[in-house]
T-cell receptor
Framework: RKEVEQDPGPFNVPEGATVAFNCTYS??????FFWYRQDCRKEPKLLMSVYSSGNEDGRFTAQLNRASQYISLLIRDSKLSDSATYLC????????????FGAGTRLFVKA | GAVVSQHPSWVICKSGTSVKIECRSL??????MFWYRQFPKQSLMLMATSNEGSKATYEQGVEKDKFLINHASLTLSTLTVTSAHPEDSSFYIC????????????FGPGTRLTVL
């Protein structure tokens, strides 16, 4: 089992749609979780952190379920500019440095 | 967020030559920087952790004599790909953590290396 697994893509959605990405992680002691966005041929950029209480930033909502070792990202009212690859990122237990990146889920938002 | 720069942004070289890539933290001091490699349609793979003033920690399968890392100051880490070959062609990305945000990594813009 991979340490971090994401939904296989690509997701093709029309503008205005709501889309959800899922991610599971294998190390139950993992400490922190993030969603990054990566545009083609560019570096990953932090989209948002993921907390047990859930967090929302505009059209984006992230959720963490520690019991199921599962995190999610919900994008509402998709825009063309949301087209990118979304990376699920998991940090190991405190003191470890090896951040684990998911393989990414590609999103295409079409007009 | 914190700013990390890389130089060069792209490089084309002949097989057998060495290429140096610089990673700088522009507005913070980074005691630890990370070097990743990303092949097309694949995720980032950690190559090594660069620690200021000490030897880098390499991931399994990464040749330390081929990928030389130097972290001589709190704002600069360099990766040198020695005797580059076409299979080394990839997107190399560095990242750093700020002292205040030990969980968050800020990435440089990446260096696209093409070895002919």
């Amino acid at each position: 089992r991979k340490e971090v697994e994401q939904d296989p893509g690509p997701f093709n959605v029309p503008e205005g749609a709501t889309v959800a990405f899922n991610c599971t992680y294998s190390n139950s002691a993992s400490q922190s979780f993030f969603w990054y966005r990566q545009d083609c041929r560019k570096e990953p950029k932090l989209l948002m952190s993921v907390y047990s209480s859930g967090n929302e930033d505009g059209r984006f909502t992230a959720q963490l379920n520690r019991a199921s070792q599962y995190i999610s990202l919900l994008i509402r009212d998709s825009k063309l500019s949301d087209s990118a690859t979304y990376l699920c990122v998991v940090n190991p237990p405190t003191g470890g440095f090896k951040t684990i990146f998911g393989a990414g889920t590609r999103l295409f938002v079409k007009a | 967020g914190a700013v990390v720069s890389q130089h060069p942004s792209w490089v084309i070289c002949k097989s057998g030559t060495s290429v140096k890539i610089e990673c700088r933290s522009l507005d913070f001091q980074a005691t630890t920087m990370f070097w990743y490699r990303q092949f097309p349609k694949q995720s980032l793979m950690l190559m090594a952790t660069s620690n200021e003033g000490s030897k880098a920690t390499y991931e399994q399968g990464v040749e330390k004599d081929k990928f030389l890392i130097n972290h001589a100051s709190l704002t600069l880490s360099t990766l040198t790909v020695t005797s580059a070959h076409p299979e080394d062609s990839s997107f190399y990305i560095c990242s750093a953590r700020t002292p205040a945000e030990t969980d968050t990594q800020y990435f440089g813009p990446g260096t696209r290396l093409t070895v002919l």
